[in-house]
């Protein structure tokens, strides 16, 4: 018997394409599509924390992989019965494109991709993590697009003018053709934009560190996340008349308040680099520097020194080193004057043991003016 079709969002007639004898899937597209954006929007707010301008790529090359894996071994654990169970295929469980990704596992297994580039970086994981925050939101509302094409993940029969029609190929249950179903894929992704924009304002508005704003994005993804998961009907693990999903989701919501509140009381008036300790690369430069500096003005000043001893420079009768020690004796005393013991200095390299009345007349006349020469 089939019920009468009302008006509702249609769902895509096919999921998949084919480029040659290569398949292309709408469910992939949409996960590399989230991948891309969450990068991006981490990149230029890592950036701007003051991470280094190619870490957020070298790290994805360890997150994103991580990433998946763990959340296809999440998708199996809480959902074992098609992979495990009397009809299930265990080498299901490696198609990834036919859907089924985790998000706790992605999170989870992610963290640990994240650690391992962040360690080898010498950079700490809660800047990181809270730079990331906004775009996971983005990313898995990108993703829900993929459940879309799949006709999959749908909620419960629905009158509501928005409900979703599901084709009778991919209905669950006894459910007749025609029956519009909430579309839980897109109430997750309004929720996820809606609170990657409130993830921003609340990050500038409290001005959110320490990795606060990785928690309370994991705190805003798993309030959502328990009504829509309340509204679904696939198939999935009950414990205690509730799905696992739910359970799972005001386990971490907990978890994560906990953290926030914490961090929060043990960090305060803390500064929150990016850097390990000791891996800042303009503490090296600034140390390195110092060093280069010094010892290049004391090899400088003791060629002089030997210059001057030799008959060098202020024994040809240029006056230029007798400028140069008496810009350093204006420069300290201030009066623009030689003092007795440059002037008694510059009798003995004369050889005279006087100044001539020629010679004293012109040092006066410069040192009289009070400027300094300009040695570039």
Known sequence: MSAPVLAGIPSPSQGEWSLGPVPVRAYAIFILLGIVAAWWILDRRYTAKGGPKDAALD?????????????????????????????????????????????????????????????????????????????????????????????????????LPWGLQIDDAHLVGDFASGTLFHPT????????????????????RFQLRHGRVFWLYVMLYTAGRVWIEYLRIDDAEIVLGLRLNVWTSLLIFLVALVAFVLIGRRTKDVPD????????????????????????????????????????????????????????????????????????????????????????TNHESVSGTGTTPNHG
């Open 59 to 159: 790290v994805a090359f360890w997150m994103v992989p991580f990433g998946i894996v763990g959340a296809r071994i999440y998708h199996v654990f809480s959902s074992p019965d098609a992979y495990f169970g009397p009809d299930g295929d265990p080498v299901r469980a490696l198609y990834i494109w036919q859907g089924g990704l985790g998000i706790w596992g992605a999170v989870a297994l992610g963290a640990v991709g994240a650690w391992i580039g962040l360690r080898r970086r010498g950079l700490r994981m809660a800047p990181f993590a809270d730079a990331l925050a906004p775009g996971l939101l983005v990313a898995q509302a990108i993703g829900r697009l993929g459940n879309y094409f799949n006709q999959e993940l749908y909620g419960r029969p629905t009158t």
């Open 273 to 360: 680099s990016v850097w390990l300790p000791g891996r800042a690369p303009a503490d090296d430069d600034a140390v390195t520097g110092t060093d280069d500096v010094s010892s290049d003005d004391v090899r400088k000043a003791e060629d002089e020194g030997l210059g001057s001893g030799a008959g060098e420079g202020s024994g040809s009768g240029t006056g230029e080193d007798s400028d140069d020690v008496r810009t350093d004796d204006e420069s300290v005393s201030g009066t623009g004057e030689d003092s007795d013991d440059v002037r008694t200095n510059h009798e003995s390299v004369s050889g005279t043991g006087e100044d001539s009345d020629d010679e004293r």
């Open 185 to 204: 894929f897109l109430y997750e992704l309004v929720w996820n934009l809606a609170m990657a924009v409130v993830l921003v304002w609340a990050a500038k």
